[in-house]
Antibody
Framework: EVQLVESGGGLVQPGGSLRLSCAAS????????MNWVRQAPGKGLEWVSY????????YYADSVKGRFTISRDNAKNSLYLQMNSLRDEDTAVYYC?????????????WGQGTMVTVSS | QSVLTQPPSVSGAPGQRVTISCTGS?????????VHWYQQLPGTAPKLLIY???NRPSGVPDRFSGSKSGTSASLAITGLQAEDEADYYC????????????FGTGTKVTVL
């Protein structure tokens, strides 16, 4: 079964750091680009970051640029998001999502999400 | 603030047809980028519903259809069913945002 499972969420104080992980299974992880997408409580979806299959291309939303770092380990079938200098407005459910060329670069597989709460 | 605008809500009775618009600009939909649609049932992760403007992934009922014209796209649901009550989001890319994906503001579909 094709699956993405996020972990690493939790409660952190403003200015703190957190590292999210996304474990992939059921497909050849190293062949796919990946993304992080977040959803604040009661709000819509916001794309956060993109990484290509070989890590050669990386993009960030302006709202997290300079604070978040996306990375991957193809040998471990894992995607990561290092979040530093966290702010209240970073509170959200964070999803990892696969980009597939067979669906015109749509996000065809999503994880269940992990909740990040930034609060003092 | 999203660059793709959707109506906050639409509603319809069972069996009716509803449409959701996604309005962009010349730097995203109008630039020729594909539009994708996602369905998010309450308390769950989003699910790909339509890709490449009008294509359905395997398993998605043909009650769902998508189209694109100019700087806008639309999602239509025909034969509305109770289980279609969910949030729907469009998504595309924007050339003014350095490779960024962009999501629409989201639309809540209510089955009366």
């Amino acid at each position: 079964e094709v699956q993405l499972v996020e972990s690493g969420g939790g409660l952190v104080q403003p200015g703190g750091s957190l590292r999210l992980s996304c474990a992939a299974s059921g497909f050849t992880f190293s062949s796919y680009s990946m993304n992080w997408v977040r959803q604040a409580p009661g709000k819509g979806l916001e794309w956060v970051s993109y990484i290509s299959s070989s890590s050669s291309t990386i993009y960030y939303a302006d709202s997290v640029k300079g604070r978040f770092t996306i990375s991957r380990d193809n040998a471990k079938n894992s995607l990561y998001l290092q979040m530093n200098s966290l702010r209240d407005e970073d509170t959200a459910v964070y999803y990892c999502a696969r980009t597939s060329t067979s669906t015109n670069d749509a996000f065809d597989i999503w994880g269940q999400g992990t909740m990040v709460t930034v609060s003092s | 603030q999203s660059v793709l605008t959707q109506p906050p809500s639409v509603s319809g009775a069972p069996g009716q047809r509803v449409t959701i618009s996604c309005t962009g600009s010349s730097s995203n939909i109008g630039a020729g980028y594909d539009v994708h649609w996602y369905q998010q049932l309450p308390g769950t992760a989003p699910k790909l519903l339509i890709y490449g403007n009008s294509n359905r992934p395997s398993g998605v009922p043909d009650r769902f259809s998508g189209s694109k014209s100019g700087t806008s796209a639309s999602l239509a649901i025909t034969g509305l069913q109770a289980e279609d009550e969910a949030d729907y989001y469009c998504q595309s890319y924007d050339s003014s945002l350095s490779g960024s994906s962009v999501f629409g503001t989201g639309t809540k579909v209510t089955v009366l």
